[in-house]
């Protein structure tokens, strides 16, 4: 009975939910999330301390890193050693952190990848921005807070001369929540945080334009507008595009090289270069030749383009669309505030709070130190009064038997007064230490004064805070080589269409395609009637004028066109290859026209049943090798003509010897389909089509030249009527030039 009644009922879905709220509290406050106040997660926090406590300044030598991080597991941080080890590599690598606070001796990483060596390896010690961000943790500047064992106390939060936040930049993932805070250039900061000194009720824009934007420890460039830049800050959240920073060295006879010398933040170097070879072995990148890695201390990728006439801009808006030469950086401004509550904060925000903890830190500093100054003027006071009353005090001294209590007594000394003076050397009661305590005491009094003015004028007590960050800013001053800034600001780029021809050179070539299918090219443009060589069984089919820089247009019977690069097609010597291998044509399937694509051009297609349409060039384009379905057919139907429209009247010819002439806007322009009747047959189909401006006439063939018909209205009508009979002498097999 006395065990059950310890037994208590409860609804498992509420304890849940609080045994996972408690966790998820732990895990964003105790663990992911930075302080609005010194940008500082607990681990980051213990690791300065620790090795602030192990005398590990920038004065002293290095101790190993695994005496840091024991010290930290063991009286501070009671987790594993790697992840302790780990925040700690990271605060030593210069390519991750825009102000290093670990001085790592050893092999600490590099910006490949690699791993940095077992901690019995590595030593450490701290920078000098470290030292700054605990400056004051002597002087009672914040709260301690027993440790988890409570055997020491350890500091709650950094004093943070420094802006560490937004300097260094913060990234964490916690339960529900994260953050991803881009590190920014010190001296930047200050100007902001000056400007809000001064003008307390500003908007965020001012802000921005002396923030800037973020400054990166591996630098590139951001390529966002102020507009998108100052969005991003307001709302506390957004993205950053960043570009690798490269150029182009000449390497004579025209021929160049182009070299990367900075690549975004976080981005891996080995595994980019790695990108960008898959890429070039698939063929992604058709302007590239070859990638290699130069890098020793510094960065750099050199890409060679695959030949002369590529253009380096045009490759490389190529290599930042498919790679990480281009990477976006987002932007979470998700934090501790000053009440340790998790929130987004705007820009101004951020400056605000760690204004009112610089605030607060200073305050303490100067109550701690007059209550250094009270302690000691009390002393102080107690030695003048001893020196005046001295052979006084030495007789008490001498004969009395309580002589502490008498001279409390006597002199109206307090207890630290009178133990004070029993405590004074003999060698002290000289005229000149008299004269060095009344200075003191005067100096102690005159900073006491100028103190307490501090502590109850906040105005004056901004103009200080105000100077200590000038100082700071002159410190890391864009002058010196770890303050200046790293990342640089252009225009957002506008879309570049990198077109195929950049890359070939253009050269007159003659396509020619056979009956049987084999394609093949020659060099320069060869008479179109040249008796080519084919195989035995096989004959020409087309031959066309074309440059290598052009597209070649293929349609076949059953109204799909396709699409071939001139610089792909074979040439030399033979009778080149088949074209299904270069196209998805069907077995059963032939061509039935093959011409050179011409922007802005448009072309009458039509079957042999005399249904058609004009299609314009955005159609007729396939982006992949299965070409593209624009013309619908009967399956006792086939495609037959493809006519580019240079004219506005249209002339058909029938089997049956019947010539239609009607106006070319009379048939519609369509993207597909069936299109509509050109002619109406009873029996048969069309024979042929021509397409020419009504001023001139049409022509065709006749025995001995060229005969030309003007006048039209013997065969003009409308679309779809069924025409009158052919010019005398019109050529017996119905066409008018085959």
């Not at 021929?255 to 933040?265: L, M």
């Not at 052979?391 to 207890?415: A, C, G, T, V, W």
């Not at 007590?461 to 252009?490: H, N, P, Q, V």
Request: glycine share 6%; net charge negative.
């Amino acid at each position: 009975m006395m065990e059950s009644a310890k037994i208590k009922d409860v609804h498992f879905s509420e304890e849940l939910s609080k045994r996972y709220l408690s966790y998820a509290m732990s895990t964003i406050v105790s663990r992911s999330l930075p302080d609005v106040r010194d940008g500082l997660k607990p681990v980051h926090r213990r690791l300065m301390y620790a090795m602030r406590q192990l005398h590990l300044d920038p004065k002293n030598g290095y101790k190993k890193c695994a005496r840091v991080v024991g010290d930290v597991i063991g009286k501070y941080h009671p987790h594993g050693d790697s992840a302790v080890y780990g925040a700690m590599v990271r605060l030593a690598q210069d390519f991750s952190v825009r102000y290093p606070l670990v001085d790592g001796q050893g092999n600490f990483g590099n910006i490949d990848g690699d791993g940095a060596a077992a901690m019995r390896y590595t030593e450490a010690r701290l920078t000098e921005f470290a030292m700054d961000l605990m400056d004051g943790l002597s002087d009672d500047a914040v709260e301690f807070s027993d440790t988890y064992d409570g055997e020491d106390s350890e500091p709650s939060v950094m004093p943070a001369m420094v802006p560490n936040l937004l300097c260094n930049g913060a990234m964490g993932i916690a339960v529900g929540m994260a953050t991803n805070i881009p590190p920014h250039n010190l001296s930047e900061v200050s100007d902001a945080l000056l400007y809000l000194i001064e003008n307390p009720q500003c908007d965020d824009e001012p802000l921005v334009r002396r923030l800037k934007g973020p400054d990166f420890p591996t630098g590139g460039i951001i390529v966002d507008n102020f507009e998108t830049i100052l969005t991003n800050y307001k709302q506390g959240k957004g993205n950053f595009r960043i570009r690798s920073k490269w150029h182009t060295e000449d390497l004579g006879h025209g021929q160049y090289q182009i070299v990367v010398t900075e690549i975004p933040y976080q981005v891996i170097k080995s595994k980019l270069i790695e990108k960008i070879a898959e890429l070039l072995l698939n063929k992604k990148i058709p302007f590239l030749g070859d990638v290699r890695d130069e890098s020793a201390q510094d960065i750099r990728i050199v890409l060679e383009p695959k030949n002369r006439m590529v253009d380096a801009t045009l490759l490389m808006e190529q290599l930042f669309r498919l790679t990480e030469l281009e990477a976006k950086f987002n932007m979470n401004m998700n934090v501790l505030d000053l009440d340790g509550v998790p929130r987004v904060m705007s820009i101004k925000e951020v400056l605000h709070d760690y204004l009112q903890h610089r605030n607060q830190v200073f305050l303490r500093k100067i109550r701690y130190r007059l209550s250094k100054i009270n302690a000691r003027l009390e002393i102080l006071e107690g030695y003048l009064i001893a020196y005046l009353n001295l052979d006084e005090i030495i007789r008490i001294i001498r004969e009395e038997d309580n002589p502490k209590e008498i001279m409390m007594q006597e002199f109206k000394l307090s207890d630290v007064q009178a133990e004070a003076i029993l405590n004074m050397k003999l060698r002290n009661l000289r005229k000149l230490d008299e004269d060095q305590i009344n200075q003191e005491h005067e100096e102690l009094l005159a900073e006491k004064a100028s103190l307490e003015i501090l502590e109850n004028d906040e105005a004056k007590r901004w103009l200080a805070i105000a100077e200590e960050i000038k100082k700071i800013k002159d410190k890391y001053s864009k002058k010196t080589a770890l303050g200046r800034r790293r990342t640089d600001f252009a225009e957002a780029p506008c879309d570049v269409e990198v077109p195929l021809e950049a890359l070939i050179e253009k050269e007159p070539i003659t396509v020619i395609l056979s009956q049987k299918g084999w394609i093949r090219c020659i060099k320069g443009h060869a008479d179109l009637n040249e008796d080519f060589k084919f195989k035995d069984d096989d004959a020409k089919l087309f031959v066309i004028h074309a440059q290598t820089t052009d597209k070649i247009v293929v349609l076949d019977n059953k109204g799909k066109f396709f699409n071939v690069a001139a610089n792909d097609i074979p040439s030399g010597r033979g009778y080149g290859q088949p074209i299904r291998l270069m196209i998805d044509l069907a077995n059963n399937d032939e061509i039935v026209s093959m011409f050179v694509f011409e922007p802005e051009a448009k072309y009458l297609i039509a079957t042999d049943k005399a249904y058609g349409f004009i299609v314009d060039e955005n159609h007729i384009l396939a982006q992949t090798r299965n070409g593209r379905k624009i013309m619908n057919v009967a399956d006792d139907e086939n495609v037959r003509f493809c006519i580019r429209v240079n004219g506005d009247y249209v002339a058909v010819v029938g089997e049956n010897r019947r010539m239609l002439v009607f106006k070319a806007e009379e048939i519609p322009t369509m993207a597909r389909g069936h299109g509509v009747l050109l002619q109406k047959y009873k029996d048969g189909r069309i024979s042929d089509i021509q397409i020419f401006n009504g001023e001139y006439g049409f022509c065709y063939n006749r025995a001995g030249g060229i005969s030309i018909e003007k006048e039209l209205i013997t065969w003009l009508g409308h679309r779809a009527q069924v025409g009158k009979l052919v010019p005398f002498g019109f050529p017996k097999n119905n066409k008018f030039f085959k």
